[in-house]
């Protein structure tokens, strides 16, 4: 926690930095998996604010505190003329209870294949990608999971629509996921009798004015690791995007039940930085 609080502290002080040419808020936060979104969930936007034959790199750090579980993220990304997103996130997932911990490292890409965010009749479709490594498999392979990596494969589609509740504008975002994966990959993946299914994803944000949003995501997991139910994530959460150089989402999550340990609810908390 102190690591976050000393990188906010740092990227407030980073407004004189170069940014892209996109509108303030456009690129989304970094979800704990490193790719473009809310909390939890990704969405078409393509992280930081490259424009046309623009680049833009973000980095980020993100927290998440349940009752029997602390999942710390760290990542890095890349954009380039806001279509492709390049990503890299490492996990630990520590069993505060239990005892131990459980690494992953993520690699994402994502190309916007359609749309606008903004200025589109037709929603801004992307089609992203996320190879998974989890690096501590002992105690995956010891609950029934078959392998150590695996790639999930997703389709987002997102649109702000304007004066929509209030006179403020409303971002809406679905996605559609296939995976593998238990727990999100920090269980592994796969094993006897799992297979590829297609999860549902979704946002809803209300901006209440340039920089500052109020938002809530599900996020559907598949539920196919025998030895403890997997159940669904949600989360609220408010965003300040402080400027084009730095954002902070803070957050309520709800990750039900966990590896026979019921009722996981606590905070989210990720700051960012993007030049």
């Not at 890095?76 to 005892?99: H, M, P, V, Y």
């Not at 796969?190 to 340039?210: C, D, I, R, T, W």
């Amino acid at each position: 926690m102190k690591i976050l609080l000393c990188s906010l502290c740092l990227l407030m002080a980073s407004g004189s930095l170069m940014a892209g040419s996109k509108v303030i808020a456009t690129g989304g936060a970094t979800t704990v998996e490193g790719n473009s979104g809310g909390g939890i969930v990704p969405w078409a936007t393509i992280n930081g604010y490259s424009s046309s034959d623009e680049w833009s790199v973000n980095t980020f750090a993100g927290r998440v505190g349940v009752d029997d579980f602390t999942l710390d993220s760290v990542g890095i990304g890349a954009s380039f003329n806001n279509q492709w997103e390049l990503s890299f996130a490492r996990q630990k997932f520590t069993l505060d209870t239990i005892g131990g911990e459980l690494r992953q490292d993520i690699l994402g890409i994502k190309y916007k294949i359609a749309g606008e965010l903004l200025y589109s009749g037709m929603p801004q479709i992307s089609l992203g990608a996320q190879f998974k490594k989890n690096r501590d498999f002992a105690l995956p392979a010891a609950v029934g999971a078959g392998d150590d990596s695996g790639y999930e494969l997703y389709l987002a589609a997102s649109k702000v629509f304007f004066d929509a509740i209030a006179g403020r504008n409303l971002l809406l975002n679905a996605t559609v996921r296939s995976t593998d994966a238990h727990q999100a990959g920090l269980l592994g993946f796969g094993g006897a009798g799992v297979s590829h299914k297609l999860m549902f994803e979704s946002s809803a944000v209300l901006l209440l004015n340039y920089n500052l949003a109020l938002g809530t995501e599900f996020k559907q997991k598949p539920n196919q690791l025998g030895f403890a139910d997997e159940q669904h994530w949600r989360d609220v959460f408010a965003a300040w995007f402080i400027n084009k150089n730095a954002s902070v989402v803070l957050g309520y999550v709800d990750l039900g039940d966990i590896a026979g340990l019921t009722e996981q609810t606590g905070f989210y908390l990720s700051v960012e930085g993007t030049w």
